[in-house]
C-alpha cells in the first residue's frame, strides 16, 4: 500500500519512479522530468514499444507537446510508422491535439502519408470533428482529396460528423465536393444519410444537388430536419417514378418525425409499394403504432388491399395488436 501511495504521489508531482518500464510510460504519464532523465541516460527515443508505438507517437495521442519537443530535440523521427500504418501526425489529429499537429509539421512530419487503410491525418481528424487539427493540416498543405482505400474522402467523413465549420474549412481548400465512393455514394449521400442538414445547406451553397436517393437516405434514417432540408431543394416528396416513395420507407423504419415532416409536404399517404402495401398497411403490419397514428391522423384509407387482398383494418385485428386494433377503431368511428 505505501509503495503503491508512493508511486501515486511521485507520479502527480511530474516525477516517475523505478517501477517505470520504458520511456514510453513516463511519456505516458507526462512525467517531464523522468523524460529528461532518460533521454539524459541514453535512452532510445525512437524504441517500439509493447503496442508498437514509439515514444514521440504516445506523445502526439496524449497532446504532450512540451515533452513531443523534447524527443524531437534528441532524435525522435517524426515519420516512424506503426504496424498500422499510422503516425504521430496521424494520432495526434485523431486525438485533437493541435499544437501537437503544429509542432509536429514544423519538425517535417510528412502531411499527406497514409494509414494501412489508406487514411490521412486530415481524414483523421475530419472524422472526429476536431476543428483545429483540420486548420492545421490544411495550413500545412494537407491534401483535402486524398481518398481511403474505400474512396472515402475527409470531406465524406466532415459531413457524416455534421461539423459544418470543417466542411466549409474543407470546401475553402478545394475538397472535391462531388467525389463519390467505392460504392457510388457521393459526398451529399453522406451527409443525408447521417442527417446532417447543416451539412446539407453547405454542399448546396457550393452547387451540389441533391438526388432522389439521399431523400430515401435521410427518410431511413429518421433525420426529420434533412428531409426538410432535401426537399426544400426540390426533390419530389415520392420519388421517382416506379421507385419506393420515402413515406413508405420512413414508415418502415419506424420513424413518425419523419413521417410527419413528409407528409407535410404533401406526400401521397395512400402510396403503394411493389406488393399494393400504402404506409398504413405496413404501419399495422408491423404494430407501429405512433405511425399508424400520424397516418390514421392525415387520412390514411383502412380499406386499401394489398396483393394479398388484406386491409390495414385486418392487419390490425391480428392477435396480439390490441391497441393497435383499438386505434383503428376509434378512427373508424370518427369517419
Known amino acids: 500500500m505505501r509503495l503503491l501511495l508512493a508511486i501515486a504521489i511521485c507520479a502527480s508531482a511530474g516525477v516517475w ?20 532523465k532518460m533521454i539524459a541516460a541514453g535512452a532510445d527515443v525512437n524504441e517500439i514499444d509493447a503496442t508498437g508505438l514509439t515514444p514521440l507517437m504516445v506523445a502526439a495521442a496524449q497532446g504532450h507537446t512540451a515533452i513531443a ?31 501537437t499537429v503544429r509542432l509536429l509539421l514544423a519538425s517535417g512530419a510528412e502531411v499527406n502519408t497514409r494509414s494501412a487503410a489508406g487514411m490521412t491525418a486530415l481524414t483523421f481528424a475530419a472524422f472526429g470533428g476536431y476543428l483545429d487539427p483540420v486548420k492545421a493540416l490544411l495550413a500545412g498543405k494537407a491534401d483535402p482529396n486524398i481518398a481511403d482505400n474505400q474512396s472515402r474522402t475527409a470531406l465524406m467523413a466532415a459531413v457524416t460528423g455534421g461539423d459544418v465549420a470543417i466542411v466549409d474549412a474543407l470546401l475553402s481548400a478545394g475538397a472535391s465536393a462531388d467525389a463519390a465512393d467505392a460504392g457510388g455514394g457521393t459526398v451529399m449521400t453522406y451527409a443525408a444519410a447521417a442527417g446532417s442538414a447543416d451539412a446539407i445547406k453547405a454542399l ?4 451540389v444537388k441533391p438526388r432522389d436517393l439521399d ?53 401521397s399517404v395512400n402510396v403503394k409499394d411493389g406488393d399494393g402495401r400504402t404506409p398504413l398497411i405496413v404501419a399495422a403490419a408491423g404494430n407501429m403504432l405512433d405511425v399508424a397514428r400520424v397516418l390514421l391522423g392525415r387520412g390514411a384509407d383502412m380499406d386499401v388491399e394489398d396483393s394479398l387482398g388484406r386491409t390495414a383494418m385486418m392487419y390490425a385485428s391480428m392477435n396480439g395488436r390490441e391497441e393497435m386494433a383499438e386505434l383503428f377503431k376509434t378512427a373508424r368511428s370518427k369517419k
Open 204 to 207: 448546396q451553397r457550393r452547387g
Open 69 to 99: 519537443r523534447r524527443l524531437i530535440a534528441a532524435g525522435a523521427k517524426v515519420g516512424t510508422v506503426a504496424e498500422d500504418g499510422t503516425t504521430a501526425l496521424m494520432r495526434a489529429a485523431s486525438a485533437n491535439r493541435g499544437e
Open 215 to 267: 431523400l430515401k437516405l435521410a427518410a431511413s434514417e429518421c433525420h426529420p430536419e434533412a428531409i426538410g432540408v432535401l426537399l426544400a431543394a426540390g426533390l419530389s416528396v415520392d420519388g421517382p417514378a416506379g421507385g419506393e416513395a420515402p413515406l413508405l420507407v420512413a414508415t418502415a423504419a419506424s420513424c413518425p418525425d419523419a413521417v410527419k415532416v413528409l407528409l407535410d409536404g404533401k406526400a
Open 17 to 36: 519512479t523505478h517501477a517505470q518500464e520504458s520511456l514510453a510510460d513516463a511519456v505516458l504519464y507526462g512525467s517531464a522530468a523522468s523524460v529528461d
